[in-house]
């Protein structure tokens, strides 16, 4: 019986035939925790009475959520961090170089690879063909001595994609439609496993967007082959070597089979305060906001800069509009200032925050006010997310996050691309 790409990873990390519902005990290639969650593994790790790390060279600690700290306590928390790495030799992220999923694109995943991570949109990492999923901190920093973990192989749902996407519609809107068709809790811990035509032509930026918000549908893991998309991506970070193709089997067992054609998908939103309370972008034009976040490590790539900057270029935000923009890892800010895009979002109005998390949890650098509303490029809109439970928040592409802010009410990216 043929495998998923679930079944063929979980099957050579473990050693074993591995088939959905078994349990297996896989090596684990990367564990990671951030600085929210980072703390309680550590403490975890110390109270386990392990003495060091399995593999001190791929464990990485990131000062991300809070970066840099906007109080004492969370400073603490990076102290406790910055010694930890210092005493175990696990490696260690500052503040500033961007949001740990996005740097776990850039420099570490490998497609094939189990990665673990104290947060959930550990997923992401399924974009280049890695088995990579949250858990707890006590789980990851069991994770972090032994250096495996065990897992019950998910069952898969394949999400067969065609067409190429129009003018205006994105990543972002295709995962949001997704998650909207099949519930927040349509894919629990299954593996949403992409692939068709549309994937084989989609770059890892648009793959990492979909596996990150995987988890939204519930999913354990969102993952899509490797192939020469990844390997030109693997290639342009100087890690071509990392590369090697990832692929379910001719024959592999879905547990059910979801087809998508691009060409007939629209902009997309979700609505407060579920992510799965979707609409077409055009039902709700005119609905206003008081602030647009371009950013996050689902939507804060160079390729999402530029879309956005492309908008607003020699324009000008709305009156009343705060747009903020907080791009994913230091070397996207670094290419976004060559690029001019940059330029042209702080001439439009944009506030450019440092690399890391920014609003997005709600800790600082753009918490919303009592009533407000923001369209986020982000990927959770629960009540309180942004910090404030009085306030709304809707989900949408950088395309349309840009029209937002030019018009200060949601609006059609597809009317002024
Ligand atoms: Fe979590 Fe938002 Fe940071 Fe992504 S950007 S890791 S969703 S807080």
Redesign the pocket.
């Known amino acids: 019986m043929g495998k998923t790409i679930a079944e063929k990873i979980l099957s050579v990390k473990s050693g074993t035939d591995a088939h959905a519902g078994d349990i297996v005990i896989a090596a684990v290639d990367l564990a990671f925790v951030?600085d929210t969650t980072g703390p309680l593994t550590v403490r975890q790790f110390q109270a386990s009475s392990f003495k060091k790390l399995a593999h001190p060279e791929k464990t990485i600690l990131f000062i991300?959520?809070a970066a840099p700290s906007p109080n004492s306590a969370l400073s603490n928390d990076h102290l406790l961090l910055r010694d930890f790495a210092r005493q175990t030799g696990a490696v260690l992220s500052e503040a500033g170089e961007g949001?740990?999923?996005q740097l776990v694109a850039e420099k570490y995943a490998r497609p094939g690879d189990v990665i673990v991570g104290a947060?959930s949109?550990t997923v992401t990492a399924g974009g280049l063909g890695a088995f990579a999923t949250g858990m707890g901190s006590s789980d990851v920093a069991v994770a972090m001595g032994l250096g495996k973990t065990w897992f019950r192989v998910p069952e898969t749902i394949k999400v067969e994609v065609a067409g190429r996407f129009p003018k205006g519609v994105f990543a972002k809107d295709l995962i949001l439609h997704l998650i909207g068709q099949i519930g927040a809790d349509g894919a629990s811990y299954k593996s949403l496993e992409f692939g068709g035509a549309g994937v084989d032509r989609m770059p890892v930026s648009e793959r990492l967007t979909i596996a990150n918000m995987a988890v939204e549908a519930g999913a354990k893991v969102g993952l899509f082959p490797a192939n020469e998309k990844t390997k030109a991506y693997l290639a342009a970070q100087g890690r071509e070597g990392d590369y090697q193709p990832v692929a379910p089997d001719a024959d592999a067992v879905y547990e059910k089979i979801i087809k998508i054609n691009l060409g007939k998908l629209e902009p997309t939103v979700s609505q407060p305060h579920t992510v799965d309370h979707t609409a077409a972008v055009a039902n709700l034009k005119g609905t206003k906001v008081q602030q647009v976040v371009i950013g996050?490590?689902?939507n804060g790539r160079l390729e999402d800069l530029k879309v956005a900057a492309g908008i607003l270029k020699g324009k000008k935000v709305a009156r009343g509009i705060r747009l903020v923009v907080g791009p994913a890892s230091r070397s996207i800010l670094l290419r976004a200032m060559k690029a001019g895009y940059i330029q042209s979002l702080v001439e439009s109005g944009a506030i450019i925050l440092p690399p890391g998390?920014g609003p997005?949890?709600g800790l600082h650098q753009g918490v919303l006010g009592d009533a407000e509303s923001c369209l986020s490029t982000?990927?959770?809109n629960f009540q309180g997310r942004m910090g404030n439970p009085k306030s709304f928040i809707y989900l949408a592409s950088a395309a349309t996050a840009a029209a937002t802010a030019l018009a200060g009410e949601i609006a059609d990216p597809r009317e002024v691309m």
Do not use: G, P
Request: proline share 0%.
């Open positions: 951030q991300d959520h949001v740990c999923h947060d949109h996050t490590c689902t998390c997005c949890l982000a990927n959770r």
